[in-house]
């Protein structure tokens, strides 16, 4: 079992930024690859970004691209979502969430991949 806490969510301009984090706990942090979702009132919860075990390889959704940067520190057990430039359209709750990883390379983009969620942490961008 791999416990997921987030937090750093809350209410910020458009323009700005935030940082969320997510504590890991259970188990060896380094063997799970790791994603970021989202999931804004009324719609369907959708990707925003992953990272491998070892953080060398990343991948973003389009609509985050160039403005959110997802990183890792094995040595403290945390994933990290930088967003800048936020907008409206951010406005979401979002959640980390941890999958096995038999490959150092390794990220995947579905939900259905990830085997481990947070409870969430809601992120809300006033126009």
């Known amino acids: 079992q791999v416990q997921l806490v987030e937090s750093g969510g809350g209410l910020v301009q458009a323009g700005g930024s935030l940082r969320l984090s997510c504590a890991a706990s259970?188990?060896?942090?380094?063997?799970?690859?790791m994603g970021w979702f989202r999931q804004a009132p009324g719609k369907e919860r959708e990707f925003a970004a992953a990272?491998?075990?070892?953080?060398?390889?990343?991948s973003y959704a389009d609509s985050v691209k160039g403005r959110f940067t997802i990183s890792r520190d094995n040595a403290k057990n945390t994933v990290y979502l930088q967003m800048n430039s936020l907008k409206p359209g951010d406005t979401a709750d979002y959640f980390c969430?941890?999958?096995?990883?038999?490959?150092?390379?390794?990220?995947?983009?579905?939900?259905?991949?990830?085997?481990?969620w947070g409870q969430g942490t809601q992120v809300t961008v006033s126009s």
């Open positions: 969430a941890a999958s096995p990883s038999l490959g150092g390379s390794s990220y995947y983009l579905r939900a259905s991949e990830y085997d481990y």
């Open positions: 259970g188990r060896t942090f380094s063997n799970y690859a």
């Open positions: 990272i491998s075990r070892s953080g060398t390889y990343t």
